[in-house]
């Protein structure tokens, strides 16, 4: 069936989530600079990723379909925390991520020729005190490497987690009922 939508990402996650909406979609790649601009709010920078990386893929696409890009961060008392770049980064990360709470903001938006949608969703994460032992285990088993703030909450990571306030699929790269909401706004303006 013909695709009514593209989505900007190499994330399996972003695929899975948005497999789970009754929307046809093919997927565009979409490389973007993700440094964070001097003095940027965390609620900026996702939503400025957000808006990047779907305006690169309907690029590609020559604007022929509406494109959906979308970024998550990790937020700690107002520091962006993205993908760890080493275990000694991931160690440090996640010691200051034990025993309290975060933030974790994931942005979407979706651009077409004539319009640009824009979502925010924002989740409260608290995990439980972390030793240096179960992080050394965790940070072997490679799941870390490629999450925001360096956990999987539907991993390795989920006994990690106590409670959550917010949305689970934000937390997991993809907001879905914000998502299935921005769709239908794009349907109702056709
Ligand atoms: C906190 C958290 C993040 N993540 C993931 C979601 C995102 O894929 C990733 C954050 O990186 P992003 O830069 O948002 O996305 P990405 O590089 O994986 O994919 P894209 O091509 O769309 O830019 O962290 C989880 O899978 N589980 C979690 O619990």
Not at 89 to 98: C, K, V
Not at 141 to 165: C, M, N, T, W
Request: aromatic fraction near 6%; charged fraction near 20%; charge should be negative.
């Amino acid at each position: 069936m013909y695709p009514d939508i593209a989505l900007a990402s190499a994330s399996p996650r972003r695929r899975e989530l948005l497999a789970q909406l009754p929307v046809n979609f093919t997927l565009v790649s979409a490389e973007i600079d993700e440094s964070v601009l001097t003095g940027e709010e965390p609620a900026s920078y996702v939503s400025r990723l957000a808006l990047q990386k779907a305006q690169a893929g309907a690029n590609k696409l020559n604007w022929q379909l509406p494109v959906l890009g979308a970024d998550t961060s990790v937020i700690l008392d107002k520091q962006i925390l993205g993908k760890p770049e080493s275990k000694d980064h991931f160690m440090q990360m996640l010691r200051q991520l034990s025993g309290r709470s975060h933030q974790v903001l994931t942005a979407v938006a979706i651009v077409s020729a004539g319009q640009q949608l824009q979502a925010l969703s924002s989740t409260e994460v608290w995990l439980r005190p972390l030793s240096d032992t179960e992080l050394e285990a965790y940070w072997q088993s490679g799941e870390p490497a490629d999450k925001a703030g360096g956990y999987g909450i539907q991993g390795l990571a989920a006994r990690f987690v106590e409670k959550i306030h917010g949305s689970y699929t934000g937390v997991v790269g993809l907001p879905l009922c914000e998502t299935e909401r921005l769709i239908q706004q794009l349907r109702r303006s056709a």
